[in-house]
């Protein structure tokens, strides 16, 4: 903010423009847009009652977080009709868990083996194999918060325009000394109070993330080819199963919807190492499927490509502002005038930097006041490191590897 300050008045006194007073303006306007798209956002609040079957893709889960999450399961199994575990050949040991407690869930709880590797022939077969009208693709280590999770989720379909929905979803923080963790949940938090309400109040959630989602069985079957099949570049997709079926849904003239009220947990990383590879996986997936869907993209409600196609912009402008500054080419007068050496003008532009991230993040830090201790850590995580893996995402999203698992 300080930097933008003093480029104002360069604006004001010398008719200047500068390239970061550009970038922090727009910035600003990205922010805004979101909240201002987001404060029309309200639940659905409308019971819905409908066969609902669940289907989780396994491989190699943790046998405690599969229990966990299965334990989770059962506290809304009046609302579920079925519940399929897709187990990948590779990991017959979790299909052996899922045996020993079917007895639990009165014959609703189910388990196979899919002999082709990768996520999306997990989800294909389960999705083939179920019977609800409401399929529910959920994670093997997402836990359902309580016992309204289901129920909550489903409401919005009592609305025949709604193909998809997307709930709630939080990072589980089991030890809070793993710092990677809470940013984890600190992003979720911003896309859960900021992203999802912006984009489900028009109707057009961009990404249903894949952690457990919701959405109409017979409108994605007829798809199941071209999901296993999705190549870009030459390459089979194997990451973004998500996504691509959130863009079935958005292409079928479907709204995909935030319901705020169906909540849960799912496991990170316990690394950094392992934060990163996540975050490079979901970036490239995201932006191919921007490029690669932005022609009808661009004729849906203004906030769906102006979110995505922001997300491309930023890390480039990012990169023209550091450049600009380390070779001198946004000069600024109004600083030159106030005669402070180089390390002053340093420390003041990072306090401008953290004030006008924090006030950015107030969503957040006013239901997690006990977070702002890390501002200065996520600030420079969505200030710069982010944008930098956004940068190597795109140059690099033809690669599939899931690299976390």
């Given at each position: 903010?300080?930097?933008?300050?003093?480029?104002?008045?360069?604006?004001?006194?010398?008719?200047?423009v500068?390239?970061?007073?550009?970038?922090?303006?727009?910035?600003?306007?990205?922010?805004?847009?979101k909240?201002?798209?987001?404060?029309?956002?309200?639940?659905?609040?409308?019971?819905?009652?409908?066969?609902?079957?669940?289907?989780?893709?396994?491989?190699?889960?943790?046998k405690?977080?599969?229990?966990?999450?299965?334990a989770?399961?059962?506290?809304?199994?009046?609302?579920?009709?079925?519940?399929?575990y897709?187990?990948?050949?590779?990991d017959?040991?979790?299909?052996?868990?899922?045996?020993?407690?079917?007895?639990?869930?009165?014959?609703?709880?189910?388990?196979?083996?899919?002999?082709?590797?990768?996520?999306?022939?997990?989800?294909?077969?389960?999705?083939?194999?179920?019977?609800?009208?409401?399929?529910?693709?959920?994670?093997?280590?997402?836990?359902?918060?309580?016992?309204?999770?289901?129920?909550?989720?489903?409401?919005?379909?009592?609305?025949?325009?709604?193909?998809?929905?997307?709930?709630?979803?939080?990072?589980?923080?089991?030890?809070?000394?793993?710092?990677?963790?809470?940013?984890?949940?600190?992003?979720e938090?911003m896309?859960?109070k900021?992203?999802?309400?912006?984009?489900?109040?028009?109707?057009?959630?961009g990404?249903?993330?894949?952690?457990?989602?919701?959405?109409?069985?017979?409108?994605?079957?007829?798809?199941?080819?071209?999901?296993?099949?999705?190549?870009?570049?030459?390459?089979?997709?194997?990451?973004?199963?998500?996504?691509?079926?959130?863009?079935?849904?958005?292409?079928?003239?479907?709204?995909?919807?935030?319901?705020?009220?169906?909540?849960?947990?799912?496991?990170?990383?316990?690394?950094?190492?392992?934060?990163?590879?996540?975050?490079?996986?979901?970036?490239?997936?995201?932006?191919?499927?921007?490029?690669?869907?932005?022609?009808?993209?661009?004729?849906?409600?203004f906030?769906?490509?102006?979110?995505?196609?922001?997300d491309?912009?930023?890390?480039?402008?990012?990169?023209a502002?550091?450049?600009?500054?380390?070779?001198?080419?946004?000069?600024?007068?109004?600083?030159?005038?106030?005669?402070?050496?180089?390390?002053?003008?340093?420390?003041?532009?990072?306090s401008?930097?953290?004030?006008?991230?924090?006030?950015?993040?107030l969503p957040?830090?006013?239901?997690s006041?006990?977070?702002?201790?890390?501002?200065?850590?996520?600030?420079?995580?969505?200030?710069?490191?982010?944008?930098?893996?956004?940068?190597?995402?795109l140059?690099?999203?033809?690669?599939?590897?899931?690299l976390?698992?």
């Amino acid at each position: 903010m300080f930097w933008a300050f003093l480029q104002i008045i360069d604006l004001i006194y010398f008719q200047r423009v500068g390239i970061f007073l550009l970038f922090f303006s727009f910035i600003w306007a990205y922010f805004l847009v979101k909240l201002a798209f987001a404060r029309k956002y309200k639940p659905y609040t409308a019971p819905y009652h409908s066969t609902v079957s669940i289907v989780v893709p396994t491989y190699r889960e943790n046998k405690e977080m599969l229990e966990k999450a299965m334990a989770s399961m059962k506290m809304n199994l009046d609302q579920i009709s079925e519940i399929i575990y897709a187990v990948d050949y590779r990991d017959r040991d979790s299909l052996a868990v899922v045996q020993s407690h079917m007895e639990e869930f009165g014959g609703k709880l189910s388990g196979f083996i899919v002999e082709q590797k990768g996520k999306r022939a997990a989800v294909a077969q389960g999705l083939e194999r179920a019977s609800g009208l409401i399929a529910i693709v959920m994670d093997s280590d997402t836990i359902m918060v309580d016992k309204n999770t289901v129920g909550e989720l489903i409401k919005p379909f009592a609305d025949p325009r709604v193909g998809g929905v997307v709930g709630n979803q939080r990072i589980l923080i089991d030890d809070r000394k793993k710092i990677q963790k809470r940013i984890g949940d600190w992003i979720e938090s911003m896309r859960s109070k900021l992203s999802y309400p912006a984009m489900s109040s028009q109707g057009t959630v961009g990404c249903l993330a894949g952690r457990c989602i919701a959405f109409r069985r017979s409108t994605v079957i007829p798809h199941l080819g071209e999901f296993l099949n999705e190549k870009f570049l030459g390459v089979r997709c194997e990451t973004g199963d998500d996504r691509y079926i959130t863009n079935v849904l958005l292409k079928s003239d479907y709204k995909t919807v935030y319901q705020s009220t169906s909540k849960v947990l799912t496991a990170s990383p316990d690394s950094w190492t392992g934060f990163f590879k996540q975050q490079i996986r979901w970036l490239r997936s995201s932006r191919r499927e921007t490029i690669m869907n932005a022609k009808w993209m661009v004729k849906k409600s203004f906030i769906l490509p102006f979110v995505y196609f922001s997300d491309i912009i930023i890390p480039f402008f990012l990169a023209a502002v550091i450049t600009a500054s380390v070779f001198g080419l946004d000069p600024t007068p109004a600083a030159a005038s106030l005669h402070l050496d180089v390390i002053e003008l340093i420390a003041m532009g990072l306090s401008g930097a953290l004030l006008s991230i924090g006030l950015k993040q107030l969503p957040h830090l006013k239901s997690s006041k006990g977070e702002t201790v890390l501002l200065p850590l996520y600030a420079l995580m969505i200030g710069l490191i982010l944008p930098v893996l956004m940068f190597y995402a795109l140059i690099t999203m033809r690669e599939q590897k899931w690299l976390t698992r």
